[in-house]
């Protein structure tokens, strides 16, 4: 949280403005829009940075890709993918007359995003999650 706000002090401090973070549609639809590519990002950083076996050498790529996936098509719709991004963008606009609080529903949005995608690969990857390992 600390990071998202020295963030949206930074971009107010060196552009001088800033732009309120808002649905590009209606709320239903950019925040169907929200929850998918959220789930989309977290199911791939489960897949690729948290298996027992992890592929090393493509977490950027694969990573990478989605962040650029929800660039383009979430970007038209006015989706984030992140609660940090979502937090930084609302308080610079705060900090330049604007309101606060639109990022509470994004964050609202990517938690279930998140939540999908840890039912997802819970149910794709079953043996990631063995009976009798504890936290390492």
């Known amino acids: 949280v600390f990071a998202a706000i020295a963030a949206g002090l930074c971009y107010v401090g060196i552009v001088g403005m800033s732009f309120h973070i808002a649905p590009g549609l209606t709320w239903f639809r950019s925040g169907l829009g929200e929850i998918i590519f959220t789930a989309f990002l977290c199911f ?4 690729v940075a948290t298996v027992q076996k992890p592929l090393k050498e493509m977490f950027g790529l ?3 890709s989605v962040i650029t996936a929800g660039g383009f098509a979430g ?17 610079a606009n705060m900090i330049k007359g604007g309101t606060f609080g639109a990022s509470l529903g994004y964050c609202v949005l990517e938690a279930v995003g998140a939540a999908v995608a840890v ?8 043996g990631e999650y063995s ?5 390492v």
């Open 44 to 47: 791939v950083v489960l897949s």
């Open 62 to 64: 694969a990573i990478g």
């Open 75 to 91: 970007g038209a719709i006015g989706v984030s993918m992140n609660p940090a991004v979502s937090v930084g963008i609302d308080f």
């Open 119 to 126: 039912g997802v690969f819970k149910t794709v990857r079953p």
């Open 131 to 135: 009976k009798g390992q504890g936290l």
